[in-house]
């Protein structure tokens, strides 16, 4: 019985020295831009065949200039996404939503607010810089500032894929409206409506209106992170997940299923089940082999 037990107490701390919380590493899994629009949200049969009808380029086609690093507990930590253009008028040019689908069931569970963040009502269009970036150095130049963006929880609420749902801000129609003299990929989700109370903030790298031509930036958002504060993230992910994100025009947007590499916390449970049976069967048997021996010792 003491060796049983002695058994029980080594087996149970090398499952806890398996399990996510006893792990310290961060994993980086590289994503790239495999898509074109999201999921029934096509509407124009030139533009759908096309991966970026203007500037920005988000990823590069196919070229993994996204990166999801997660930790080790299963939690999203930080999502980093490489942009770039051939164009110089990157002033009329303001981020999207961050849009997070947790487990990949056709539902988005997260949104992370960047578009019209206060709720006035603002439309896409070439002066969304002037009317949500600031202007720090006076020089008549608009940025959106790293900072703290809220998190909300709209799990259930809204369908990828429904394109009638009246609460997803859309990008716009060509030639009219706030793009006027532009042309654009026309009535594609860049961000949301919503009035919920955010559950917490994280931080964003911002968005810089005078990029070089051809030079490439990187647009990083820290699910642990405020900007002045770090904490646990609460983005606990399954074995995969969906990001949906682009910006104002939505001439370019990304919309990618990424594996996670973390095995969720379930599996060490069971396994740690399994062991505990079969060690119990094996001593069961030795238990009852001994009872056996002797029985048939008092017999004799």
Not at 1 to 28: D, E, Q
């Amino acid at each position: 019985m003491k060796k049983f037990i002695l058994a029980f107490i080594i087996l149970l701390c090398c499952i806890l020295s398996l399990s996510p919380k006893a792990m310290t590493n961060l994993i980086t899994v590289e994503f790239s831009d495999t898509v074109w629009f999201w999921p029934g949200w096509q509407y124009s049969p030139t533009k759908d065949q096309i991966d970026s009808v203007g500037i920005p380029d988000l990823l590069g086609f196919n070229s993994g200039g996204g990166k999801a690093i997660i930790s080790d507990k299963g939690f999203l930590k930080e999502l980093r996404m490489e942009y770039s253009g051939n164009s110089n008028i990157w002033w009329v040019l303001f981020p999207g939503d961050l849009f997070i689908d947790k487990d990949a069931d056709s539902e988005w569970d997260y949104l992370i607010k960047i578009f019209d963040p206060l709720g006035k009502g603002y439309e896409p269009g070439i002066n969304n810089m002037k009317q949500m970036g600031s202007d720090t150095d006076g020089d008549g130049k608009y940025n959106l500032e790293p900072g703290a963006f809220k998190v909300y929880d709209i799990d259930g609420q809204f369908l990828k894929d429904s394109s009638t749902d009246c609460n997803y801000i859309k990008s716009g129609s060509d030639n009219s409206g706030g793009w006027s003299g532009y042309n654009i990929r026309d009535q594609h989700p860049i961000g949301l409506k919503v009035d919920d109370i955010p559950l917490y903030q994280i931080w964003f790298s911002g968005w810089e209106s005078s990029n070089p031509v051809n030079s490439k930036r990187t647009a990083i958002f820290k699910f642990d992170y405020d900007g002045n504060n770090y904490f646990d993230s609460q983005i606990a992910l399954s074995d995969e997940f969906i990001i949906g994100w682009g910006v104002n025009c939505a001439n370019d947007v990304i919309y990618e299923r990424i594996k996670n590499p973390v095995p969720e916390s379930c599996t060490f449970l069971f396994l740690g089940l399994g062991f505990i049976a079969l060690l119990g069967l094996v001593n069961k048997k030795k238990f009852d082999s001994l009872v056996k021996s002797r029985i048939c010792k008092d017999i004799v």
